[in-house]
């Protein structure tokens, strides 16, 4: 079956890295652009990171730019989000999509794009 799983999220200090891994079966990820999303409790989903799949242009959020970086690894069929110079704000669940194209920060799909479950980062002391 088709589905997207995210990994790596966890408790990380003000400060801190952390690498989220989103990793795709049942269908080819090299062929969609991926998104990662963010939402923190009581507030939106938002956009943070976009990588295209025609040209691998990448696309940032401000609030994260320059402390995130998305990336890809065709060959496993998994998409990263490297995270630097963690805030508290950033405490929210993380989930990856795959779609059609980016705009902006944002992964669309003209039907449904493939969602994962999201994992949980909590940036705290």
């Known amino acids: 079956q088709v589905q997207l799983v995210e990994s790596g999220g966890g408790l990380v200090q003000p400060g801190g890295s952390l690498r989220l891994s989103c990793t795709a079966s049942?269908?080819?990820?090299?062929?969609?652009?991926i998104g990662w999303f963010r939402q923190a409790p009581g507030l939106e989903r938002e956009g943070i990171a976009c990588?295209?799949?025609?040209?691998?242009?990448?696309y940032y959020a401000d609030f994260v730019k320059g402390r995130f970086t998305i990336s890809k690894d065709d060959a496993k069929n998994t998409a990263y989000l490297q995270m630097n110079n963690l805030e508290p704000e950033d405490t929210a669940v993380y989930s990856c999509a795959a779609g059609s194209v980016c705009d902006d920060a944002q992964v669309v799909d003209d039907g449904a794009p493939y969602w994962g479950k999201g994992t949980l980062v909590t940036v705290s002391s």
């Open positions: 049942g269908f080819t990820l090299d062929v969609h652009a």
């Open positions: 990588i295209s799949a025609s040209d691998d242009r990448k």
